[in-house]
C-alpha cells in the first residue's frame, strides 16, 4: 500500500498522510456510526458511567459550548472505545489494511491500547489532545501485563486524602515492580483552579504514591507547557522541589530513577569554570 517513496518520507519526517485509504462503502458506514454516537448525544439520557468512564469501557466526554449563554448548550468532545458502542468501528479498529499500512513503517509489534473519536463540534471551541496516558480506570484492564515499563498517571487534586480504590490501585500496580511511576499534571488536575501553590494541598496524593511506589521508583514531568493553563511553571516546579527535597530525595525524583526506568546513560558533568569543556 505505501510506495518507496512515502516511506523514505516517513523516516525523513516521522509522519505520513495516506489518502484514500479507506473506500466509498467504508466511509459510508463509518458515517453510520458516526451518526448513532451524535444522536446519543443529541437525545440524552446516556448512561452516566458511559459519561463519568467509570465501570464500563465506553467513555462518551460531553463538555459546555465555549462562551455559551445557556450553559445546558454541550458539545461531543471524544468517545473512547467507540467500537463497543456501534459496529462500524469495530469494523475499523480491526481493518487489515492498518496492519499493511504500518508495518513497513514501524514493523508488526504492535499493540492498540485505546481506540476513540475526536470531535470538533460546530461552535464548539473544543481542543483535544493527541497526548494519551495510560489511566486507572476499566477501559485500560491489565495495564501492568501490557505496559512493562512506566505507568504516567494524571490524578485529581482536592487537598484531602485520596478515595480508597484509587488507592488499592496504586499500591497493586506498585507489587510489579518493573513498574516505575511518573507524578506529572498535579496542578492541571487539582480541584482548585487555578491550582494552589501551596505543597500541603497536595501532600496526601504525593504521600500516597510516595508510600506505594517508594523513593526509587518516582520521577518527575513537568507536562510544560499544558502546566501553565493552570499555574506558573515556578509553581510546579515548586511544589516537587518542596517535597521531595525535604526528604532529600530531590535527585533520585528529577534525575536517578528515570534515568534507571528509560536505562538513560549519565548526564555529562558541567564544564569547570574559565574552560571550554570538561576538565581532564
Known amino acids: 500500500m505505501l510506495s518507496a ?13 495516506k489518502r ?11 458515517r453510520e456510526g458516526f451518526t448513532y454516537i451524535e444522536s446519543l448525544v443529541e437525545e440524552g439520557g446516556i448512561d452516566p458511567q458511559y459519561l463519568s468512564g467509570k465501570d464500563r469501557e465506553v467513555h462518551i ?35 487489515p489494511k492498518f496492519a499493511a499500512l504500518l508495518e513497513p513503517l514501524i514493523g508488526t509489534t504492535l499493540k492498540q491500547y485505546i481506540n476513540q473519536i475526536n470531535f470538533k463540534m460546530p ?12 489511566r486507572p480506570i476499566p ?35 506498585a507489587e510489579q515492580p518493573q513498574v516505575y511511576l511518573k507524578v506529572s499534571a498535579l496542578v492541571e488536575n487539582s480541584a482548585q483552579q487555578p491550582a494552589p501553590a ?23 514531568g513537568s507536562n510544560w507547557p499544558v502546566c501553565e493553563r493552570s499555574a506558573t511553571y515556578e509553581t ?15 535527585e533520585k525524583f528529577v534525575w536517578d530513577n528515570a534515568k ?13 569554570e574559565g574552560t571550554d569543556g570538561p576538565s581532564d
Not at 260 to 272: E, F, I, K
Request: proline letters at 6%; glycine letters at 6%.
Open 198 to 220: 501551596d505543597t500541603d494541598y497536595y501532600r496526601p496524593t504525593l504521600d500516597t504514591l510516595r508510600a506505594a511506589f517508594g523513593e526509587d521508583r518516582l520521577f518527575f
Open 139 to 173: 477501559a485500560f484492564s491489565a495495564q501492568v501485563d501490557n505496559y512493562v515499563q512506566t505507568i504516567i498517571v494524571v490524578v485529581r487534586v482536592d487537598g484531602e486524602a485520596p478515595d480508597p480504590e484509587w488507592v488499592s490501585f496504586f499500591q497493586a500496580v
Open 260 to 272: 534507571a526506568c528509560y536505562g538513560l546513560p549519565d548526564h555529562p558533568q558541567p564544564a569547570s
Open 20 to 30: 484514500a485509504t479507506f473506500d466509498a462503502d467504508e466511509i459510508a458506514r463509518l
Open 123 to 134: 461552535g464548539g471551541q473544543i481542543e483535544f489532545p493527541w497526548h494519551q496516558d495510560i
Open 61 to 95: 466526554h460531553i463538555q459546555p459550548q465555549a462562551g455559551a449563554a445557556d450553559a445546558s448548550v454541550r458539545c461531543l468532545r471524544k468517545v473512547q472505545w467507540p467500537s463497543m458502542s456501534h459496529p462500524a468501528f469495530e469494523q475499523l479498529r480491526t481493518s
Open 236 to 250: 510546579c516546579i515548586g511544589i516537587v522541589r518542596d517535597y521531595f527535597e525535604a526528604r532529600d530525595t530531590s
Open 5 to 17: 517513496t512515502e516511506i523514505e518520507s516517513f523516516r525523513d519526517q516521522g509522519f505520513l498522510v
